[in-house]
């Protein structure tokens, strides 16, 4: 089993920043993939960014903007947000995938002014 605990999120303007954290715990030696989800409210949750070793992906609305990163000591994987939007308010979640399962976190609010 892996637990994951989302921090960080807040209410920031637009062109603000934050940094989101998601710390593992249990049995992170499964753990393959982590990644960030977003969804916000009335639509479907969206894929925001993904890290597999040292390979980085993002959804195209994310790119340039934000950064993925991972810190192994700690079992803590990163997103860092920059220029964000109002759109980009979402619950953002990050997901920990192993080869038998994935494990998801409860989430942390982000909300985005004008």
């Known amino acids: 089993q892996v637990q994951l605990v989302e921090s960080g999120g807040g209410l920031v303007q637009a062109g603000g920043s934050l940094r989101l954290s998601c710390a593992a715990s249990?049995?992170?030696?499964?753990?393959?993939?982590m990644a960030w989800y977003r969804q916000a409210p009335g639509k479907q949750r969206e894929w925001v960014a993904r890290?597999?070793?040292?390979?980085?992906a993002y959804t195209d609305s994310v790119k340039g903007r934000f950064t993925i990163s991972g810190d192994n000591a700690k079992n803590t994987v990163y997103l860092q947000t920059n220029s964000l939007k109002p759109e980009d308010t979402a619950v953002y979640s990050c997901?920990?995938?192993?080869?038998?399962?994935?494990?998801w976190g409860q989430g942390t609010q982000v909300t985005v002014s004008s």
């Open positions: 890290l597999t070793g040292s390979t980085t």
């Open positions: 249990g049995s992170t030696f499964s753990i393959r993939t």
């Open positions: 997901s920990a995938g192993s080869y038998a399962r994935t494990y």
